[in-house]
């Protein structure tokens, strides 16, 4: 089996001929290589084609597949379990990317003997220089704005994750800021009167908070961390944490 090929003047091979050599199967290697397009294409960026299903093949479609240069498909090797199946195949495409390095080198022709000829070789050489640079800023440019579509998202998936506990928290009627004789009582296994709570509130001018229980319908009363501190020396924080979650 050849794993190198040339394509488009480059050494590459595929996720095709790395799921045959490594004995598994093409959809886990294309669901690596999707997971770490981003580490990949520090070498390069990563082409997609598709192989139309095979004359006489039965069910499934296309063929969806990732065509890597050396550095892309060495990487994507350790992401592998190494296996002896693995291990040998590692030294099969390095030996084979090494062997299409050498034959090409022996096929490059001479550089021309005219001015002419040397100054269009030269135009040529520039050119390709050209687009692998273009071809690697584009990669970058690439990594670096997924990273911030992904890093955005992170954020304000984390915020509105804060928010809404923050929220819950309040609602069951435990928090820094104010709780339940019920959400104490189960914290510290001691238990308290309203009537004190209620006496600070009122010459303090405070009203405690409603919150919801599904034994009354009405709700039941979450006293400010103020009043628990004065009346019965709780401090709120320490005993349910900073952010409002029970220690």
């Known amino acids: 089996m050849t794993i190198v090929i040339i394509k488009d003047g480059d050494a590459v091979t595929t ?31 990563v082409r997609f084609e598709i192989r139309p299903r095979e004359v006489g093949q039965h069910g499934g479609g296309d063929t969806e597949y990732a065509i890597l240069n050396e550095p892309q ?24 990317f090494w062997e299409m390095v050498q034959q090409r080198n022996q096929r490059a022709p001479a550089l021309p003997a005219d001015y002419i000829g040397a100054l269009e070789h030269l135009l040529e050489s520039k050119r390709s220089e050209k687009l692998a640079i273009e071809q690697r800023d584009h990669a970058i ?32 009627g435990f928090s820094a800021r104010h709780a339940t004789i019920l959400k104490v009582e189960a914290a510290t296994d001691r238990s308290f009167s309203y009537v004190n709570l209620r006496r600070w509130c009122k010459a303090n001018g405070v009203t405690p908070e409603t919150v919801p229980d599904k034994r009354y319908a009405e709700g039941v009363k979450a006293w400010p961390a103020a009043a628990w501190a004065a009346v019965f020396d709780i401090d709120l924080a320490d005993l349910f944490g900073a952010d409002g979650e029970q220690a």
């Open 15 to 45: 996720t095709l001929a790395i799921a045959e050599g490594t004995l598994n199967d093409h959809a886990s290697v294309i669901t690596l290589t999707r997971k770490y397009q981003v580490d990949l294409e520090d070498f390069g960026l």
């Open 73 to 96: 498909s060495t990487l994507l090797l350790t992401f592998m379990r190494n296996t002896d199946i693995v291990r040998a195949f590692k030294k099969k495409l390095v030996r084979e």
């Open 141 to 172: 440019e690439t990594k670096a704005e997924i990273g911030s579509r992904r890093e955005a998202t992170a954020m304000a998936t984390a915020s509105a994750a804060v928010r809404e506990a923050a929220r819950l928290r309040d609602e069951l």
